[in-house]
């Protein structure tokens, strides 16, 4: 199984990559946004990313919503120490940063079994619900 794993700090990636690499996992890392945006669409396949929120150039957010957006259908977990509302409904699974690297290994292993989650519609606003076109 293949991630594309996107975090800035050093020590937490390399422990982060070390556990997934002894999970069975074969993990490409992205030490930025823009290098995992890059990466993402480098052509190669993979069958998870895995996004941390806060990192420099591009936010995992904003990866997530770019991804959505293209109407990509790959599995992305946001792996972060702050989860808001809209990550949650975008996201497949959001996981707390909480140190348990084993459970990090496992839960993965349980998402991607699970595939992925129905992405709600996006909501209208005000001037596409009046005029059917943003303003």
Known sequence: MKILYAEDDAEIRHLTVETLTRGGFNVVIARDGNEAWE??????????????NYMPEKTGMQILEEIRERGDNILVVMLTSLIFPEMQTLADACIEKNWNFEKLTRDLKSIIAKGRKPIPPKKKTFWEKIFGKKK
């Open 39 to 52: 990466k993402y669409l480098g052509g190669e396949e993979y069958d998870l990313i895995l996004l941390n």
